[in-house]
């Protein structure tokens, strides 16, 4: 019987390192992913700006150009799906990351809150100009926070400095 016990600790060696092999995979699924580029928090600008724009419309002009947008935003949202091939669940990303997802949700609600009250005040014009701005500088400051949290995620898990897409 004795015999037997240097094979249990080799598979459970070997059963420890597939565990963590898995674990380092999953983690790979929130941190490794398409970079969108330096274009991609101003056209999240843009588009936050053309939708307040619309309200300055005709209530059929802006009906249309919302559906054209929310169209848009589909459309884009599944092509980076697609390239990305997983879409991380937030539940289940690593505490780091986790809560970069939760500081960009309410830095969200909190610019469409703000834009809201400016609207109450200001003209269409200046509000569409504000959240072209906010929705610019939120998009680049979350993606920079997020590829920081990706990087510490992965050095917390002995990934090192491996070649990454994004």
């Known amino acids: 019987m004795e015999s037997e016990r240097p094979n249990d600790t080799a598979d459970h060696a070997a059963h420890a ?5 898995l674990r ?3 983690l790979l699924m929130h941190t490794r ?21 619309g309200f300055a419309l005709p209530s059929g ?21 697609r390239l990305r091939g997983a879409e991380p669940d937030p539940r289940r990303s690593p505490a780091l ?4 997802i939760i500081l960009f949700v309410v830095a969200y609600i909190a610019i469409i809150a703000a834009l809201v009250a400016l609207a109450q005040i200001a003209y269409w014009w200046m509000v569409a ?23 510490r995620a ?6 090192g400095d491996a070649t990454q897409t994004r």
């Open 61 to 81: 002009a802006g009906a249309v150009l919302w559906t054209l947008i929310v169209l848009g935003v589909v459309m884009a949202m599944r092509r980076y799906q």
């Open 97 to 100: 990351i986790r809560r970069e």
């Open 17 to 21: 390192d597939q565990l963590a092999e």
């Open 33 to 53: 992913y398409p970079r969108l580029g330096h274009w991609y928090p101003p056209l999240t600008g843009l588009v936050a700006a053309v939708y307040v724009a």
């Open 24 to 26: 380092r995979a999953e």
């Open 154 to 159: 992965e050095a917390e898990a002995g990934l």
């Open 129 to 151: 100009l504000a959240a072209f701005v906010l929705f610019t500088a939120g998009t680049a400051v979350y993606g920079a926070r997020y590829a920081r949290a990706t990087r």
